[in-house]
Every structure is written in structure tokens, then in C-alpha cells.
């Protein structure tokens, strides 16, 4: 076992603070990776607070690690010491059902294994990235270029994934209409890459102020979600709409926005169901879907489109410290548009 620090939360609620822990010995497969940035995910926030329930004290979250590697097991063929690495949302999974075979190992039949606050194969609990470093299993480290700024990187790990799958899945292309829906740590991320893909981008928000912003992402138009006429405009119009927003919600105006055969993607997962009016759905064929991060194979694909394209995150850049007060920020959307935690300050 290996003497590790970081950062924990000992309780639901309580403030995260200093932790000294073990992280298990490199075994033949796995990959040590020293962690040098690691971003501030909503989900640490839920996690931190039980909110999902079944959370696992004391727990260091974390889950969008990049870092360089300083030691590899035997067996491991693609890194070696010295390379730069990134860790997402999951450390394992089964391997053997249909979905891992088909590369969706977020959708493993027999659980996934979560980078921090979950059981791990040999019975320990996995901790994340608000730490000095992480071991894990070869299968799910990602290649990361040398050519990006890596705490812009960190959170491609969870937030450019989870909104990068859908818009691969629904074949987002040059010229097909996308609209987003909130514009947090998930959406800045889909407005990027849904430019980068030669999509005509909306952004739909409720408030006026984010317009600016949102065209300096790279959004080509803004609606004012609240103002009757500006929804009109789009009435019919998206081919696909990336929705981030974890606020519940009256749907059916959106739905609206949906063209013949359009799909909206569920990202945020609201306290209580949607509201939704079938009607709207008939009408048109429109189609309502999620999607949950995304797989180790298509991770890779999209960080290497993210060096081909020089696309990353917009981040903060903060020291291990102020994490508590970085969480109070997030909640109040306080922040453009991730923390990022320099872990040369803890
Ligand atoms: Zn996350
Ligand atoms: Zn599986």
C-alpha cells in the first residue's frame, strides 16, 4: 500500500478537510498516475451532501483527473512513466457483458465501478481525484496530448463526455440545428463541440445576461426561453436539443422547439419527473432520450478530437483549500465554467 493524501468529506455536509489514506500497490494492469489538476463536478457536490443517497464517508470525490504517470504494472502495453494521463467517471466495470464488450461501459449490466464513493473489485472503496494520486486499471486511463492546457482538460473527463456521447449518438453534423439548454460546466461544453461539429448552435436560457457568453462559446443564436415571440421563432426548428438543466421543469415548450423525428437528450437529473404533454411528442414524432457520460473508447475519440480542434474547458483555477467555498459558488452557478483544483496546493 501506498501513503496517499488528499481531500474528504467525513460526513454528509460536513466540510471537506485534509485525509490521509492507502491506495492499493500498482498490480500487473494497473497505471499510477501523480494528479495534477482534477475538476469540481456537480455530482461531487450531491455525493458530498448524500443527496442521491448511498454515499460512502469518508469520501474523496473527484472524477475529471489529469496527470502524469509514474509507475506501470507489468503487463500494461500503452503507458509508460512520463505520459500524461486522464481519468474519468469510471475506474472498472465487469468487461464481459454486451455493453463492455460493445465499449459502453457506463452501461455495464453488472455495475460499473465509480472513480470515488464505490465498491471496487476487491472489496475497498474507490477515492478520486481530490488527491496526490490514483491507481487504475489500464482499460479505463485515457491518452492525453501534450498539446492542451491540462487544467482545461480536467473537465473533459466528465462534463465534455456527458454531453459529447449524445451529440455523437444523435449524429450531430455540419448544419443540423442544435440547440442547448443551460449553459453550467455541461453546457459551455456541448455549445463548444457542437460548433466544433459545423452545427448551427442555440442556446435557450432564461436569462437575457448569458447571451454574450453564450456567442463567445461559440453559440450562433440565444432565445430567450421566457419571451413567447423569440420561442415562436423556433417553433419546428431543432434537429436536437442537449439538455443540461437539473432544475425541474415544464418540458413541452421545448419539445415544441423539435422538428419532424427530433430528439431531446436528458443530461440533468431534476429532483422531481418533468412535466411533459404527449401531445407535443405525437405531433411530430419527437423523441425523448438520456444519456449517462460515456465509454473509455469514445472518451479517447473525444480527447483526440479536443487536440485536433483545440477545444477545452473554460475553467477557475483553485487551490485544494478553497474547495468549500468553491462548492457554495458552483451551487449559486457562481462559477465560468468549472473549477479546476491545482493539486500542487494540497
Ligand atoms: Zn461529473
Ligand atoms: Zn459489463
Known amino acids: 500500500m501506498t501513503e496517499s493524501k488528499g481531500y474528504a468529506a467525513p460526513a454528509a455536509h460536513a466540510p471537506l478537510a485534509p485525509f490521509d489514506f492507502q491506495r492499493r500497490d500498482v498490480g500487473p494492469h494497473d497505471v499510477r498516475i501523480e494528479i495534477l489538476f482534477c475538476g469540481v463536478c456537480h455530482s461531487d457536490v450531491h455525493q458530498v451532501r448524500n443527496e442521491w443517497g448511498g454515499s460512502i464517508f469518508p469520501m474523496v470525490p473527484g472524477h475529471e483527473i489529469v496527470g502524469r504517470v509514474t509507475e506501470v504494472g507489468a ?134 445576461s448569458k447571451e454574450a457568453d453564450a456567442k463567445a462559446l461559440g453559440a450562433h443564436k440565444f432565445v430567450v426561453t421566457k419571451d413567447a415571440e423569440a420561442m415562436k421563432s423556433v417553433r419546428n426548428y431543432f434537429d436536437l436539443i442537449i439538455n443540461t438543466v437539473s432544475a425541474a421543469m415544464d418540458l413541452t415548450p421545448y419539445i415544441s422547439s423539435l422538428r419532424l423525428d427530433g430528439t431531446m437528450v436528458l443530461l440533468g437529473v431534476p429532483p422531481e419527473a418533468p412535466q411533459l404533454h404527449a401531445f407535443n411528442l405525437i405531433a411530430k414524432r419527437r423523441r425523448i432520450a438520456g444519456s449517462l457520460i460515456g465509454g473509455i473508447k469514445e472518451t479517447q475519440e473525444m480527447l483526440d478530437f479536443c487536440a485536433e480542434n483545440n477545444v477545452m474547458s473554460d475553467v477557475e483555477i483553485i487551490r485544494m483549500d478553497y474547495i468549500n467555498e468553491a462548492y457554495e459558488r458552483m451551487m449559486k452557478s457562481d462559477v465560468k465554467y468549472r473549477f479546476v483544483i491545482d493539486l500542487a496546493t494540497l
Open 75 to 208: 503487463h500494461v502495453t500503452s503507458f509508460k512513466p512520463g505520459d500524461l494521463a486522464g481519468v474519468g467517471c469510471l475506474v472498472d466495470s465487469c468487461q464481459h457483458c454486451d455493453e463492455c464488450a460493445e465499449g459502453l461501459e457506463q452501461y455495464c449490466d453488472n455495475g460499473s465501478v465509480g472513480t470515488y464513493g464505490a465498491v471496487d473489485k476487491d472489496g475497498s472503496i474507490t477515492y478520486g481525484g481530490y488527491s496526490n494520486n490514483i491507481v487504475v486499471t489500464e482499460k479505463f486511463v485515457l491518452h492525453v496530448s501534450e498539446k492542451l492546457d491540462l487544467a482545461r482538460v480536467a473537465p473533459l473527463l466528465c462534463a465534455g463526455i456527458t454531453t459529447w456521447s449524445p451529440l455523437r449518438q444523435w449524429n450531430a453534423k455540419a448544419g443540423d440545428r442544435v440547440a442547448v439548454m443551460g449553459l453550467g460546466g455541461l453546457g459551455h461544453m456541448a455549445v463548444k463541440f457542437a460548433a466544433a461539429m459545423g452545427c448551427e448552435v442555440t442556446v435557450l436560457s432564461t436569462s437575457p
